[in-house]
């Protein structure tokens, strides 16, 4: 089996608070969404998701279908719940917050918001 890339990389694995430490801390940590969403927000990583991501700015044009996605933001415990409409019904995933880090440059390899 061939494996991708990105899948065989050294790869650093943080939460989002050990990636961007807030310059402000009486606003707490790290956030789900900071200050609403537009399409411009996000930067494509190495992955290869722009199918997903594009779906996702879409969605940033109507902010209320956006967070309608949202099911639960538990990130101060190292989760979310998303939820997705497929074939007539909602599925829920729930994933950790883990993000891969390159631990060279310290930047996510992946999708991220242009504003940290």
Known sequence: MNRPAYATENIDWKRPEEIYVPQDTSKGGAMMMKDGFSPGDVKQGELGDCWLLGAILCLATNPELLQNLIYHDGMQFGYAVFRFFKDGSWRFVTIDTRIPVDPT???????????P
């Not at 440059?105 to 504003?115: G, L």
Request: aromatic fraction near 10%; proline fraction near 9%; charged fraction near 45%.
């Open 105 to 115: 440059s310290k930047e996510p390899k992946y999708a991220r918001c242009v504003d």
